[in-house]
């Protein structure tokens, strides 16, 4: 993409988890075309933060509306990042890369207890024996109804995927799904990008404004370990563990890693299901996977947050 705008007039949109609710998406870019300078917006550089499937009714119509954006759209960027649904999604799909140290994907069945497997109910139908374990448990048919972390139901497996399988006709835990999905769909979900990185993203806060390196990753950046480790992996697309931490993650990828407080670094995430804005690490989920929950962006440099649900007479298409 070649712009005429300044880094510091450049807008960077990050957009939360999707899961599925193409209504909520469409009034959030219509709220995100209203909010903005018109050259600003068609030039920006709009960064998916991943989980487009899911929970929600309408994944086939979420994917469409991603892939045809570039077309639509053509001076902007976009960034599709992975996230932990899309992630199982692909897996059930056959569309992760082999494991980089040659190992089988059914190695990492070990890692989880017999009676995990039980209580949420792994596919085990054709094609199970080739499948990341991702795949099975994002399949799978949960024996419990009531997810006690959320308060809310799952539908269908562990990652609520019933109704992606519903939104490309087939019933749940069909291996039917991976002749539904469309052939650009699969190509969606096979390239999406485990982090980005941009350089000089420019930020406001109340100490006026200043230059950053940006890395987006779905979970976030460990705390603790090495950050140069962390996108290496991510880099190379290692689906040799069971999970991807920097996609996956939970407790330790909420904070900013103290290694990127030396240098004036952004992590933008979704994944936590909270909006959370300290200084420089951002995480924009609003829990939007949930009926009554937004979807919510936020812009850069002014850090103002959009939502779907945010009232304007140009967010009724």
């Not at 995100?32 to 030039?43: A, C, G, I, R, V």
């Not at 048919?141 to 972390?149: D, M, S």
């Not at 563990?241 to 904070?255: I, L, M, Y």
Request: aromatic residues 10%; negative net charge.
């Amino acid at each position: 993409m070649t712009s005429d705008l300044g880094d510091e007039e450049r807008l960077v949109i990050c957009i939360g988890d999707v899961h599925g609710y193409y209504s909520k998406l469409k009034n959030l870019w219509c709220n995100l075309k209203f909010q903005t300078n018109p050259s600003q917006f068609n030039k920006a550089l709009i960064i998916f933060l991943g989980d487009y499937c899911d929970k929600g009714p309408d994944t086939n119509k979420v994917i469409d509306f991603l892939i045809d954006l570039p077309s639509k759209y053509p001076n902007q960027k976009h960034v599709f990042l992975l996230g932990n649904h899309d992630f199982g999604f692909s897996a059930f799909l056959g569309l992760l890369p082999p494991p980089c140290d040659g190992s089988e994907f059914k190695e990492g069945w070990k890692e989880y207890d017999e009676s995990i497997k039980e209580l949420e109910g792994w596919y085990c139908g054709e094609g199970y024996e080739d499948m990341h374990v991702q795949g099975r448990r994002w399949g799978g048919k949960i024996k419990i109804k009531l997810n006690q972390a959320t308060g809310t139901y799952f539908k269908g497996s562990v990652n609520s995927s019933g109704p992606t399988f519903e939104s490309y006709g087939v019933p749940h835990g069909s291996f039917d799904l991976r002749n539904a999905v469309p052939d650009e769909h699969k190509k969606f979900l096979a390239n999406l990008v485990w982090f980005h990185e941009e350089d000089n993203v420019w930020v406001e806060n109340a100490e006026g404004r200043k230059k950053c390196k940006l890395i987006a990753v779905h979970a976030g950046i460990h705390r603790e370990k090495p950050v140069v480790q962390q996108l290496k992996l991510l880099k190379s697309k290692d689906t040799s563990k069971p999970v991807v931490d920097c996609v996956h993650g939970r407790e330790n990828f909420r904070d900013m890693p103290q290694e990127l407080k030396e240098h004036p670094t952004i992590v933008v995430s979704g994944h936590h299901g909270r909006l959370h804005i300290n200084d420089l690490r951002l995480i924009i989920d609003e829990m939007g996977g949930h009926e009554h929950r937004p979807l919510a962006a936020i812009i850069l440099p002014s850090m103002k947050v959009i939502r779907d649900t945010d009232c304007s007479d140009e967010n009724k298409i």
